[in-house]
């Protein structure tokens, strides 16, 4: 089993800030997964928010975060963060850390908002965005 455990969300003013982070731990003895965040708001589709590499060279966003929105990773371990940035109310929702096994296709730009790419998610840390 791989547990995905995510922090850092709260309550926030329109135009604030949030960092978020994720840590992966369990069985994945010296594997490098790749990661990513998804959202889902009440009444909602769980929405793509976005996703690194195993190695960090690549990330892609979701088109609602694009420029705002800033992910990365420590350097070969399972942790990634989401720096969010000039928040606004429809940012509020359930915020979920995934990752997928590691027998999955690479991470790409035509699969990263996919959710069958991600085996492993986290319960998830809520934000909320007050107009």
């Known amino acids: 089993q791989v547990q995905l455990v995510e922090s850092g969300g709260g309550l926030v003013q329109t135009g604030g800030s949030l960092r978020l982070s994720c840590s992966a731990s369990?069985?994945?003895?010296?594997?490098?997964?790749?990661m990513g965040w998804f959202r889902q708001a009440p009444g909602k589709d769980r929405e793509f928010v976005a996703s690194?590499?195993?190695?960090?060279?690549?990330?892609y966003y979701g088109d609602p975060v694009k420029g705002r929105f800033t992910i990365s990773r420590d350097e070969g371990k399972n942790t990634v963060y989401l720096q969010m940035n000039s928040l606004k109310p429809e940012d509020s929702a359930n915020y979920y850390c995934?990752?997928?096994?590691?027998?999955?296709?690479?991470?790409?730009?035509?699969?990263?908002?996919?959710?069958?790419?991600?085996?492993?998610w986290g319960l998830g840390t809520q934000v909320t965005v007050s107009s």
């Open positions: 369990g069985r994945i003895f010296s594997v490098i997964l790749s």
């Open positions: 690194i590499t195993w190695n960090g060279a690549d990330a």
């Open positions: 995934a990752a997928p096994a590691p027998t999955e296709p690479a991470l790409t730009a035509n699969n990263a908002g996919s959710l069958n790419l991600y085996d492993y």
